[in-house]
C-alpha cells in the first residue's frame, strides 16, 4: 500500500506554545461562559477534598459533623491559595488544593496513642487536629524558603525536556487507583459516566461544529448521571445491597448534608493552639517536598495547555514559595491536608481548551461561596465518588499525555534517550508498587529503623510515582555522557535554554510578569 499525494513524509513541527487553545492564560471567554467553566472547576477540584476528608476524619475520631467542616475549610483555604498562586505565585491557571500525599502523615498522627485517652470523639478530633496543624506549618518552612531563597530556581534549571517527561506523565498516571477503582465501586454510575463524558468531550466535537458540548462537557455528564443515580436511589434499586454499595451508589448516603451547618465562615485556630511534635513535622516536611516536585511537574503541563511558554526557572521558584504559604495556611486554619497544584484541573484546561487564568480565579469565588453556605456546598459535595472517578479517567490521561508531549524536544533515535525514559519511567512506576505490597503485606513500610517517624518519612517519599521518576530521570541526565557532544540536543536542553533566565525571551513576560506593577520591585531573573 503506499501513501497518499497529499502526504508529507516529515516530522512535525516542535511547537514552543501548545497549538489549538481557544483562550490562552491571558485571554478571557465571555463572562457568562467563564462563570460556567469557573464552576466546572470547581466541581472537578471537590472530588479530592471530599475523598481525603472521608480518608483522614474517621481515625481522627470524627463525625459527618466534622467531615462536613473539615470540606468547608479545605474550600475556603483552596480558594486564597488558588488567588495567590495565580496573581502573585507561577500566575498560570492552575487551582491549588488538598494533595493525596499528605495522607500518610496526617494518618501517623491521627494513629499516635497519646490522642487514645481522649474519650470524647470530638474532644480527639480537635487535639489530634491540632497535632496536625503543629506538622503542617513547620512542614511549610522548606517549600517557603526553597522558594524565596532561590534554591528552588537552581535545582529546576537541571531540568531538561527528557528528565522532565518522566516527572510530568507519572503526575497524572501515578494517580492511576483513584480512577477505575474508584469507578468501579458503582459500576453502573461511574461506567456510564465515564462514557458519556468520552463521547461529549472527544466524538461530539468531530460529529457537530457547535463547542459548547465538549465545552461543558463535564457538567454536562455530571448532571445527567447523577439524576439517573438520584433515580435508581429512588426507586430503590439499592436497598437490599451491602453497607459498601450503598454508600458508593445512593446519592444520600454522604452525610454531608445533615452534617453542614447553613452559615459557617472558616478562620484561623478555629480548632485551638496547634502543638508541635518533632517526629511528625519531619514525616510532614517529607510530603510537603514531594507536594513540590508533583507541583513542579503540573505547573510545567499548565503552562502547555494554557498556551504559555514553558515556565522560567525563577517563575517556578516563585510558584514553590507561595505553594509554602498555602501549606502554612492550611495549617493555620486546620485543613487536615496540605497544599498542592491541583492535577485534574490541569485535565480539565485540555478538555474544555480554555487556559484562562480569570476563569480559575473565578473558580477561587465558587470555593469561597460554598465554603461558606455549608448546607449548598454539601449538596455538590455528596455526588457519587465512582462519578467523580470517571472524570479523573480522562482528566488524569491529560496530564500524562502533556509529559509525553515533551518528547518532542528530545532525540528518540538515541540509545541514551531511550533508556533514560524507559529506566525512570519503570523505576517510578515500580518502586512505588513495591512499597505499597509491602504495607499492604505487612502493615508497614519496608524501612524498618529505629525511628518511627524515618520509616514514615521514607514511606511518603518512595511511594510517590513522579518523585522517584523525576529524581532517577534528572540523575541519569546529568551524569550518564554528560560531556559528550550530542548530549544537549539529544535532551532537548537547548529548546529549554531560553527560558532558564526571565529575559531571554520576551514572551515570558507577556505570561509570568506580576500584576500591578510589582515586578519592577520584585524582578524575576
Not at 291 to 315: D, K, M, N, Q
Not at 429 to 438: A, E, G, I, R, T
Amino acid at each position: 500500500m503506499t501513501g497518499s499525494k497529499d502526504d508529507k513524509f516529515a516530522p512535525h513541527p516542535v511547537k514552543d506554545q501548545f497549538p489549538g487553545v481557544e483562550f490562552c492564560i491571558n485571554s478571557n471567554p465571555p463572562w457568562a461562559e467563564a462563570v460556567i467553566l469557573a464552576f466546572q472547576h470547581y466541581l472537578v477540584m471537590l472530588g479530592t477534598i471530599v475523598i481525603i476528608s472521608s480518608i483522614i476524619v474517621p481515625p481522627m475520631g470524627g463525625s459527618n459533623v466534622e467531615k462536613a467542616r473539615l470540606i468547608q475549610t479545605m474550600l475556603f483555604v483552596s480558594g486564597c491559595n488558588t488567588l495567590l498562586q495565580t496573581l502573585f505565585g507561577t500566575r498560570l491557571p492552575v487551582v491549588i488544593g488538598g494533595s493525596f500525599r499528605f495522607v500518610v502523615p496526617m494518618l501517623f498522627v491521627a494513629l499516635q496513642d497519646r490522642y487514645s485517652i481522649y474519650l470524647d470523639p470530638v474532644e480527639r478530633f480537635r487535639h489530634t487536629m491540632r497535632g496536625m496543624q503543629g506538622a503542617l506549618m513547620i512542614s511549610s518552612l522548606l517549600p517557603i524558603l526553597l522558594g524565596f531563597l532561590g534554591i528552588w530556581r537552581l535545582v529546576v534549571r537541571y531540568l531538561s525536556p527528557l528528565s522532565a517527561v518522566p516527572l510530568v506523565t507519572l503526575v497524572g498516571i501515578g494517580l492511576y487507583a483513584q480512577g477505575f477503582p474508584l469507578l468501579a465501586q458503582c459500576i453502573e454510575i461511574g461506567l456510564p459516566e465515564l462514557i458519556l463524558l468520552v463521547l461529549s468531550s472527544q466524538y461530539v466535537p468531530y460529529w457537530f461544529k457547535s463547542k459548547w458540548l465538549d465545552r461543558f462537557a463535564v457538567l454536562i455528564s455530571v448532571a445527567t448521571v447523577w439524576a439517573y443515580a438520584s433515580l435508581l436511589t429512588a426507586a430503590g434499586a439499592y436497598k437490599n445491597r451491602p453497607p459498601n454499595t450503598q454508600f458508593s451508589c445512593r446519592v444520600d448516603r454522604s452525610g454531608l448534608v445533615s452534617g453542614a451547618s447553613w452559615l459557617k465562615f472558616p478562620y484561623p485556630f478555629q480548632w485551638g493552639q496547634p502543638t508541635v511534635h518533632a517526629g511528625e513535622a519531619f514525616v510532614m516536611l517529607a510530603a510537603a517536598f514531594v507536594s513540590l516536585i508533583e507541583s513542579t511537574g503540573t505547573f510545567i503541563a499548565a503552562a502547555r495547555y494554557g498556551s504559555a511558554t514553558h515556565v522560567p526557572s525563577s517563575v517556578l521558584s516563585r510558584g514553590a514559595a507561595w505553594l509554602g504559604l498555602g501549606i502554612l495556611m492550611d495549617g493555620l486554619w486546620g485543613t487536615g491536608t496540605g497544599s498542592t497544584a491541583s492535577v485534574e484541573n490541569v485535565g480539565l484546561l485540555a478538555v474544555t481548551k480554555v487556559g484562562s487564568r480569570r476563569v480559575i480565579q473565578m473558580s477561587a469565588g465558587f470555593m469561597f461561596l460554598f465554603s461558606i453556605l455549608g448546607k449548598f456546598g454539601a449538596i455538590i459535595a455528596s455526588i457519587p465518588l465512582p462519578i467523580i472517578g470517571a472524570l479523573y479517567c480522562v482528566l488524569f490521561a491529560y496530564m500524562s499525555s502533556a509529559g509525553l508531549g515533551l518528547l518532542q524536544y528530545c532525540n528518540l533515535n538515541s540509545y541514551r534517550t531511550k533508556f533514560i525514559l524507559g529506566f525512570s519511567l519503570f523505576m517510578g512506576l515500580s518502586v512505588p508498587q513495591y512499597f505499597n505490597d509491602y504495607v499492604v503485606t505487612t502493615g508497614y513500610g519496608p524501612v524498618r529503623s529505629r525511628s518511627t517517624w524515618f520509616n514514615e518519612l521514607m514511606l511518603v517519599i518512595f511511594t510517590s510515582p513522579p518523585t522517584v521518576a523525576g529524581i532517577v530521570g534528572m540523575f541519569l541526565d546529568r551524569t550518564l555522557g554528560y560531556n559528550h557532544k550530542d548530549v544537549r540536543t539529544d535532551g532537548g536542553r537547548h529548546w529549554w535554554g531560553k527560558f532558564k533566565y526571565f529575559e531571554r525571551d520576551v514572551r515570558s513576560a507577556e505570561f509570568y510578569s506580576l500584576p500591578y506593577g510589582l515586578s519592577k520591585y520584585f524582578p524575576s531573573v
